[in-house]
């Protein structure tokens, strides 16, 4: 590293919590599926900010209307309406088929604001006692980092030191049908799970899993809330990940890629039994469903749709995976993905896979690992052909070396 960036890491090791790792480069600039850093050289964004920045950096559009909306109005609370929030609402229930939405900020206020909406309709709709309400989650579930999440956490450096947790919460494995079957209860309100498991290393559950779970959350009066804040807006080759199943979620959370990676905007939806429990004063957010996210937001969607994002990651994603299954390197325990959302797991002797990313840094592509020795990759939806075969190039030169 150059002396000026490690000035710049220097400065956050001094200022900042160590509550992250990473990887050693400065950026500095983004268009489309690239960025840069303050040295000048090129990376391929192959995280896209978790799927946030989905729809490439700095998308022109939707900076112009950030840019038109801070002009005019940013922030009212929602003391008082504003001219952005229902429009907002009608292009988000029109995009995804929902009947009410509550807009929030980030994806674990999503997360949370869903907890407490399904149990409040526990007790009031379906008449669970009050104080029994029980969730269902998945093992390695990852919904967020606030307290009441990381209690039904089970990665132990995600919960370590900070409880006591809430109650309320079941685990069980995720894609087994027959465990939710079994841990359904009168009591049970909710199952909480992302349709596929990111953070955990894009783990795709069987195929059929989500049928049987929606027929039994169904059967037993149990809403499906699905987290699709990192699976959403078209990151799997869908709209949203349940279509390819052909399923529909009582509870949507949406997050990351709604703006654009402009600006934090999530939300929750619904139908109207769960969202119509609340009243005035009973849940809320200073910033959430403000005027400048909603113009964003809009501006992200639409961008989506008319660019033809979702459609171009089904292919492109293809195209990667096929490409990564063609690799022939003694490191790769297995390529899983759907879409653009792509993991090479490699086999614990060929050592972390944090090393693999440095080395791919030096080729001009930013990876992220995670659970020591998947490398995940997510590119923004707009990658070419052209770029993935960049890409793959790259990948298969640094995944045929022993970095062990």
Aim: proline share 5%; charged share 20%; net charge negative.
């Amino acid at each position: 590293m150059s002396a000026s960036v490690i000035d710049f890491v220097a400065t956050e090791a001094r200022f900042g919590a160590h509550n992250y790792e990473p990887i050693g480069v400065v950026l500095a600039r983004g268009e489309g599926v690239w960025v840069w850093d303050t040295e000048g050289n090129r990376y391929l964004d192959c995280l896209s900010a978790y799927s946030a920045v989905s729809q490439g950096h700095c998308h022109p559009k939707i900076l112009a209307a950030m840019v038109e909306q801070a002009h005019r109005l940013t922030l009212t609370s929602r003391a008082f309406h504003n001219d952005q929030l229902a429009l907002f609402y009608e292009e988000v229930a029109a995009l995804t088929g929902s009947h009410k939405v509550l807009p929030m900020n980030s994806g674990a206020e999503a997360v949370e604001s869903a907890i407490k909406s399904v149990r409040k309709w526990g007790y009031e709709v379906k008449g669970v006692p009050d104080g029994q309400a029980e969730i269902i989650v998945c093992a390695n579930n990852f919904h967020g980092r606030t307290l009441g999440i990381v209690g039904f956490s089970t990665d132990p450096e995600t919960r370590a030191h900070f409880g006591p947790f809430a109650p309320g919460f079941k685990i069980i494995p995720f894609g087994d049908a027959a465990a939710l079957r079994d841990a359904i209860t009168p009591n049970t309100v909710a199952f909480l799970v992302e349709p596929i498991q990111g953070e955990a290393g894009v783990i795709i559950p069987p195929p059929g899993y989500f049928t049987e779970v929606r027929e039994l959350c169904t059967a037993n009066n149990v809403m499906l809330v699905l987290d699709e804040i990192q699976t959403g807006l078209g990151r799997t080759g869908k709209l949203l990940a349940e279509q390819h199943e052909g399923i529909e979620a009582d509870v949507t959370l949406l997050g990351k890629a709604l703006s654009g990676g402009f600006y934090p905007v999530s939300a929750v939806l619904s139908n109207n039994e769960v969202l119509g429990t609340l009243r005035p004063g009973q849940h809320g957010s200073t910033f959430g469903g403000n005027p400048l996210a909603c113009a964003v937001a809009r501006a992200a969607m639409r961008v989506l749709v008319e660019e033809g994002m979702i459609d171009n990651a089904a292919r492109q994603g293809a195209r990667f995976l096929n490409g990564l299954k063609d690799i022939r390197a003694n490191t790769i325990r297995e390529i899983r993905g759907r879409g653009l959302m792509l993991a090479v797991e490699l086999h614990p002797e060929a050592g972390r896979a944090r090393r693999y990313c440095e080395a791919l840094q030096a080729k001009g592509i930013l990876a992220k690992d995670t659970h020591e020795h998947t490398i995940r990759i997510a590119p923004p939806l707009v990658i070419t052909s052209d770029q993935v075969d960049w890409a793959l190039e790259r990948l298969a030169t640094t995944l045929t070396q022993d970095l062990s």
